[in-house]
């Protein structure tokens, strides 16, 4: 191929062309990794490939061994293996790690046995939402933030050797959640926050960590409403005089909803200046600029000692009242 222009020009056309396949050829492996986040597993179906759970405790008789549940019979999965009216690949250990007869007949032959070990985040999951992908909690875990970063059921999960009681956590919350978002800790710890280090509100009070449809894996209440109205329902309203900043901007406009350093983990130091990042005369063209006689002498710095009813009123335009 010759290239027009001066050496200088070549080489450049030559890098932009290189850095044009390496884009393409990312977004080609970017679509084939979204296809297998919706990748199902395929259950062979043969039962003659499987050999039942009793078989399989001959030699991993200690299955599992360390952490909460002593014996495979405890832990919740057992039940599976009770599950009569479904075929033998939804039974016990082969429920999840596949037909085992190719295993047991090489002697415990470790690459014929499904382990999970090398397996991507994808493979893992796709395993697991066989039986768990029904309810609203998990059924949109392929399209979640988590997965779609490689975090699979097994990075929270461990049905073995759960360390909790429930849920077969490997880990309870927050230390589970810190473990990947270290920075937050440090949210909770600041002076005014949500009680999550002390356990009073769950990070799974807020989001689902198996994905869902709003933003930042929020929840919504079971109205699908915004979630924060799950505990704070006197601000949900409705009000005859709504405040239009939570009705569309919602709680986020105002708080910072982990923790500040702000009294009622406001967004700014001062209330007036967070007032008036809407409020001044040419920001927020929906948001009436404050009346001139709020000169911003002392007296009208604290906006919500006037405007008590901020979050919305049933009496007065201007949230004086409630
Ligand atoms: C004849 C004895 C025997 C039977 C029966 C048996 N295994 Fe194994 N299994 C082994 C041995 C040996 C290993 C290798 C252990 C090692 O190297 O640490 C193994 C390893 C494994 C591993 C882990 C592989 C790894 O990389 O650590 C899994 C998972 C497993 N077996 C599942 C099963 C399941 C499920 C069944 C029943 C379908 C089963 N085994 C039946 C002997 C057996
Ligand atoms: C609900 C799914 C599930 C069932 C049912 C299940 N396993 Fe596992 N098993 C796993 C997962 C997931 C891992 C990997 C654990 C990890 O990554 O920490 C694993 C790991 C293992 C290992 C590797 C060693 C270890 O300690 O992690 C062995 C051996 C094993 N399973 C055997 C069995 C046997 C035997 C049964 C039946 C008695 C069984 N499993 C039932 C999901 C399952
Ligand atoms: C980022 C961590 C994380 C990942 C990834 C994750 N989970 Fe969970 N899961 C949790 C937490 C935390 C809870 C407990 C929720 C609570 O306390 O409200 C939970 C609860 C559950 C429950 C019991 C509660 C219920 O409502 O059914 C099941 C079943 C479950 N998860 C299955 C899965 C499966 C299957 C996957 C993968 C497809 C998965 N989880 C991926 C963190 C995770
Ligand atoms: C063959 C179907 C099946 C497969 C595959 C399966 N599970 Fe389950 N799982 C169940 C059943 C059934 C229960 C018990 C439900 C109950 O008690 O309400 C359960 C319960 C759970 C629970 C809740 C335990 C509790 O304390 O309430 C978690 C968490 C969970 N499974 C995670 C996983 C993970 C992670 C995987 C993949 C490694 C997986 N499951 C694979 C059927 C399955
Ligand atoms: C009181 C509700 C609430 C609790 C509890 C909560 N969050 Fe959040 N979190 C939110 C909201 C709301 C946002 C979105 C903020 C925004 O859009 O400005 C968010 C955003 C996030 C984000 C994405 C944005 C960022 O800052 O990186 C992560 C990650 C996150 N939260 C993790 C956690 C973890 C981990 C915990 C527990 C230790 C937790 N959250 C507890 C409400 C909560
Ligand atoms: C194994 C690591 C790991 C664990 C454990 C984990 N996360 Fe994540 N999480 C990630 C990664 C990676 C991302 C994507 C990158 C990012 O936003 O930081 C993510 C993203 C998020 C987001 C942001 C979603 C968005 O839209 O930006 C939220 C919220 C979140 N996680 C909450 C949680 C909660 C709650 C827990 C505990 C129940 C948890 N995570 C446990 C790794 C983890
Ligand atoms: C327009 C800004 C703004 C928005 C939007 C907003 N708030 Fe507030 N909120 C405030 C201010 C200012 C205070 C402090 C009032 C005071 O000091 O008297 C406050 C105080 C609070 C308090 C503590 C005092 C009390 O009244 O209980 C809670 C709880 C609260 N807000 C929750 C919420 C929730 C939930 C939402 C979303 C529905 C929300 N806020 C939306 C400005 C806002
Ligand atoms: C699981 C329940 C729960 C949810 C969900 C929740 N909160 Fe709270 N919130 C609380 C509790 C409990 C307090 C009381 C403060 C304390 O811990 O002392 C509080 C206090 C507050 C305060 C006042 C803090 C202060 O300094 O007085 C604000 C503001 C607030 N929440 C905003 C929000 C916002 C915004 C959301 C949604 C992103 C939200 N909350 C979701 C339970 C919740
Ligand atoms: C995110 C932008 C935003 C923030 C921040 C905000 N507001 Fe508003 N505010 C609005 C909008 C939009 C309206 C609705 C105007 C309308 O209905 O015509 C409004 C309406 C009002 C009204 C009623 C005005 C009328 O004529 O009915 C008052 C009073 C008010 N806000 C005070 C405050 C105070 C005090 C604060 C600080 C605590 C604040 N606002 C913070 C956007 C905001
Ligand atoms: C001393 C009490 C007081 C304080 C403090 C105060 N206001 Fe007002 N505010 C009023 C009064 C009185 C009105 C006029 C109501 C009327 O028109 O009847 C008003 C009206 C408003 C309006 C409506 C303007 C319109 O044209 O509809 C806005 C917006 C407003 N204030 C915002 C603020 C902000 C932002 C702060 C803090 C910087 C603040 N106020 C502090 C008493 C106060």
Redesign the pocket.
Known sequence: MRIPGNPRSQFLTILVILVLLVMAASAAADKTKSADQEKKYARPTDASLYVGSETCKTCHEDMPSKGFYKTYEDSPHFVTTLDTKRGPEWHGCEACHGPGKAHVDGGGDKTKIFTFKNASAAEISARCLDCHQYGEEHSNFARSVHLQNGVSCTDCHDPHHAKESQFLMKEKQPVLCYGCHQDKKQQFNRPFHHRVNEGMVKCTDCHNPHGGFLTRQLRATSSQD?V??KC?S???GPFVYE?E??KV???V???TPHGSSN??M?KRSQ?NL??LECHAFTVDPGAPPIPSFHNQAQKYQAC?MCH?S??GSNTDQFFFKP
């Open positions: 915004t924060c109205f704070h006197d601000k949900a405040h900043a939570v901007e919602g709680c406009a105002c708080h009294p009622r406001l209330v967070l007032c919500t008590v901020i979050h």
